[in-house]
C-alpha cells in the first residue's frame, strides 16, 4: 500500500507562483514514474506533468511548458510541481499519482498510475 500526499495549494493572484509537493509513504521499495494532474470544475481530469524514475525526462501539458516544472527528490520520495506565471485556467484541484510498474518513460494516461493522492486545491484569481 502506498499513500502519497499532496501539500503546497492556495490562493494567488494570477502571475504568481505555487510550489507544490507529493510525498509517498508506505510500500515505496521500487522507483516508478509519477505524475501531477488536474481537474477543474465540470472539466475531464487531465495530465499536467509527469516524470520519469530517475528524474531524467519529463513531460508537461502544451498549456503549462515554459510555466511549470516537475522534479522529484528519489531519497525523500517526494515530488515536487513548481507553478509559475499562474493562470486563472489552471484553477483547479491537483493530484499527484504513482505509476504502475510497467510504464516507462513519462506516462501520461490515468490508468498508467495506481495510487493517487486527495488532492489540493489551487485557485488563481483574475
Known amino acids: 500500500q502506498v499513500q502519497l500526499v499532496e501539500s503546497g495549494g492556495g490562493l494567488v493572484q494570477a502571475g504568481g507562483s505555487l510550489r507544490l509537493s507529493c510525498t509517498a509513504s508506505?510500500?515505496?521499495?521500487?522507483?516508478?514514474?509519477m505524475g501531477w494532474f488536474r481537474q477543474a470544475p465540470g472539466k475531464e481530469r487531465e495530465i499536467v506533468a509527469s516524470i520519469s524514475r530517475s528524474g531524467g525526462s519529463t513531460y508537461y501539458q502544451d498549456s503549462v511548458k515554459g510555466r511549470f516544472t516537475i522534479s522529484r527528490d528519489n531519497a525523500k520520495n517526494t515530488v515536487y510541481l513548481q507553478m509559475n506565471s499562474l493562470k486563472p485556467e489552471d484553477t483547479g484541484v491537483y493530484r499527484c499519482?504513482?505509476?504502475?510498474?510497467?510504464?516507462?518513460?513519462?506516462?501520461?494516461?490515468?490508468?498508467?498510475?495506481?495510487?493517487w493522492g486527495q488532492g489540493t486545491q489551487v485557485t488563481v484569481a483574475s
Open positions: 508506505g510500500r515505496t521499495l521500487s522507483t516508478v514514474a
Open positions: 499519482a504513482r505509476a504502475r510498474t510497467t510504464p516507462w518513460g513519462t506516462p501520461s494516461l490515468t490508468y498508467e498510475y495506481e495510487y
